[in-house]
């Protein structure tokens, strides 16, 4: 999730705190190592240099997996 | 009415089991007769000997749903109704019952406050930021995993990871009892600690105060819009003011008439307190340390006892917290031992105190309750409850220098936000317990005058 204003709220603090509580029983890693899918709010996850296993995308957001648990 | 609301109308009738149970245990009633009426206050008792009984067990990956609660429920029923004397004859009622009347006319009123939040929480979705993000979040975390697991309850990127487990571990046996996750029912259980509080606070105080006064005092707590407005939005803060408020109401009224039962209420209650927020076991220290002050030679000992018992409750949520290297990520009370930090922080003292007041004195929020416990005290103090005010407002005082102490702690944190965000909540304790006392000083004066 990109860094910038969101209203009065900061985007990224913002959606990552949605994430934590609907997400839920997923948790929030901060090592990619340690991910099994990655979410990606108005960014583009091939950034991250990594193979996706399957990937869902709604508008200019996506779910992809990078493997299962 | 959903299935969801009848299971979770179930969940609390077990907690109310377990306070049946638990009335004869702590010498909170005597006689099957005395259960009957205490009823009320059997409903506050169970929810927090539940409440701070699964706190705990979860931090040893126990949770308490629908067979642990039952298995609670019915272990204290075992063992407390044989203690009631169930051959004694009946005792009357020591005043006339239309004494009672304009108390009952108040208490009808802050149940029909009650009953119409009802109307509201139990179709309110779970949107205040707090209440899903922190408190929800937790709860949702403790039900579908049973415990508390990392990261989410030890990794600084989640908020609140200091707080203790109460409230979230009550709305988890909820959530087991419904078998998933609701956002929107939750909020009964909530109401549900209101209608626990208002019930206690009658039926534990009401032979320490008159009658109208004391219900006229929670009319006054009920009434006042932070309330409604804060419990609603699933915080902690209104839950660990009522909780306190109990505590510390009943502990006034045994340093007064040393009657047994009050004291067991009053560590239970505080325990539960302390086990809901941090600044709960701020006030709870407050609490006794007023309380040792004033205490006469006899009562030191019990007292003593009722710390421990409190310290026991909370000590094993810290030794979690150490065990699983979880630091404080706002604050450093270490910073309190610094000569230069806290000369050179003395500003946010300043600062804080000047929010914490204007808050207090905010009509629009609380309702001018600081105004109520003020002329109560002053009141008590006229008629000549020296003892009893000094305690209480030694409570108060401790408890405002600490809060203040927090804000002077929290650097480097920037002090405006912080308390923009949450100097109107965190006084809440202070205005409820302190407005819950006065019917309690202004009893132990009436007393002292008619013996």
């Not at chain 2, 609660?69 to 075992?78: H, I, K, P, Q, S």
Request: contains cysteine; positive net charge; charged residues 10%.
């Amino acid at each position: 999730v990109p860094r910038r204003t969101y209203g009065l709220l900061d985007l990224h603090d913002t959606i990552a705190a949605l994430g934590r509580y609907f997400f839920l029983p997923a948790v929030e890693v901060r090592s990619l190592d340690r991910a099994t899918v990655v979410f990606s709010f108005d960014a583009d996850p091939r950034v991250l240099g990594r193979r996706f296993v399957g990937q869902l995308r709604w508008g200019s957001s996506y779910l992809s997996r990078l493997s299962y648990p | 009415v959903t299935l969801h609301i009848i299971l979770l109308c179930l969940a609390n009738v077990l907690m109310l089991a377990v306070g049946v149970g638990l009335l004869p245990l702590l010498r909170l009633a005597e006689t099957p007769r005395e259960v009957l009426v205490r009823l009320p206050l059997a409903y506050a008792v169970g929810i927090a000997a539940v409440g701070v009984a699964a706190a705990n067990l979860a931090l040893v990956d126990v949770s308490v749903g629908r067979v642990g609660l039952t298995l609670l429920a019915a272990g204290a029923l075992t063992l407390g109704l044989p203690r009631l004397g169930w051959g004694r004859p009946v005792a009357l009622l020591p005043r006339p019952p239309w004494r009672l009347v304009p108390a009952f006319a108040i208490l009808l009123v802050s149940s029909a406050y009650l009953a119409n939040a009802a109307r509201l929480f139990a179709v309110k979705p779970l949107v205040e930021n707090d209440g899903w993000a922190l408190w929800g979040m937790r709860a949702r975390a403790l039900y579908e995993f049973g415990h508390p697991v990392a990261p989410v309850f030890t990794e600084s990127w989640y908020p609140g990871l200091q707080y203790p487990l109460f409230l979230p571990e009550l709305e988890a046996i909820d959530f087991r009892f419904l078998g998933a996750f609701d956002g929107t029912t939750v909020h009964l259980q909530e109401l549900g600690l209101a209608v626990a509080f208002v019930g206690a606070a009658w039926t534990l105080l009401r032979r320490h105060a008159e009658s109208a006064l004391l219900a006229a005092c929670l009319l006054a707590i009920v009434a006042a819009p932070m309330f409604f407005r804060q419990l609603q939005a699933n915080q902690a803060d209104v839950p660990v003011a009522m909780l306190l408020a109990l505590g510390v109401a009943a502990l006034a009224a045994w340093l007064r008439s040393g009657d047994r039962g009050l004291l067991p209420a009053a560590t239970l209650f505080l325990a539960a307190g302390a086990l809901t927020k941090n600044e709960g076991e701020l006030f709870v220290v407050a609490a006794f340390a007023a309380a040792f002050a004033v205490a006469n030679r006899a009562q030191r000992r019990p007292l003593a006892y009722a710390l421990l018992t409190t310290f026991a409750c909370v000590a094993p949520w810290h030794v979690w917290l150490l065990a699983h290297g979880v630091t404080a990520t706002n604050f450093s009370l270490s910073h309190l031992l610094h000569p230069h930090y806290l000369t050179s922080h003395w500003f946010r003292v300043v600062s804080a105190q000047h929010q914490l007041f204007a808050h207090i004195q905010l009509a629009s929020n609380t309702s001018r309750l600081s105004l109520v416990a003020a002329v109560g005290f002053a009141g008590a103090v006229a008629l000549g409850g020296f003892r009893l005010t000094a305690f209480a407002a030694g409570w108060l005082v401790l408890s405002f220098a600490g809060l203040l102490c927090i804000y002077w702690a929290a650097s480097p944190q920037p002090l405006q936000p912080d308390l923009n965000h949450s100097a109107d909540r965190t006084i809440d304790t202070l205005l409820v317990g302190g407005v819950l006392l006065v019917p309690v000083l202004i009893g132990a004066t009436q007393r002292a005058r008619d013996a």
